[in-house]
């Protein structure tokens, strides 16, 4: 396999691993809302605010614009040969990935994305090892690699988030409008 059927994976892995979430979330809230809530008083309102709000359209905007930001880094790292900022795509996606084992492992029930998280697992394994093969970057260059990736994977998720809130509403309001 080479590195760049690598580079061209990421957007790939991403989607399917995100079609999981987009198709499983809202089923998925509305029959766990209130044990999140009740297992997690705290942290679970904030869940089921951010996700239990959103409509499957609304967060799968929010997912069309991660999407096209990883298929810019991949089209420029492919383009340029510059790999900086598709690493850094790929390990705040790898980084995601955990997260949701995480979750999964905190919670103890299936969540949506738990499936594909295992699955993407072993594309970011192959990644990382072609990553780190072809000595670009150095070990400590992909820590801080890897921590600017997940700084702009955690400003990203806190703007999609609220511009999810918000096309959720015009869509409340474009249903609510009669064609006169």
Request: aromatic fraction near 16%.
């Amino acid at each position: 396999m080479e590195f760049s059927l690598i580079i061209w994976l990421l957007p790939i892995v991403f989607m399917l691993h995100d079609f999981e979430e987009i198709i499983m979330m809202d089923a998925w809230m509305k029959k766990n809302k209130q044990l999140i809530s009740k297992r997690f008083p705290k942290l679970g309102k904030r869940i089921v605010s951010n996700y239990g709000n959103l409509s499957t359209a609304s967060f799968s905007m929010a997912v069309a614009q991660e999407f096209l930001i990883l298929v810019l880094a991949t089209i420029l790292a492919i383009q340029f040969q510059s790999y900086l900022i598709w690493a850094a795509c790929f390990m705040a996606f790898s980084i995601h990935l955990m997260v949701h084992i995480v979750q999964w492992l905190v919670i103890r029930i299936y969540i949506p994305a738990i499936i594909s998280s295992f699955l993407a697992l072993i594309y970011s394994f192959f990644g990382f090892k072609y990553l780190m093969a072809t000595n670009i970057y150095s070990g400590s260059e992909m820590v801080l690699i890897s921590l600017g990736g997940l700084f702009f994977m955690i400003i990203n998720l806190i703007f999609v988030h609220k511009m999810a809130a918000r096309f959720e509403k015009f869509l409340l309001e474009f249903e609510k409008k009669s064609i006169t």
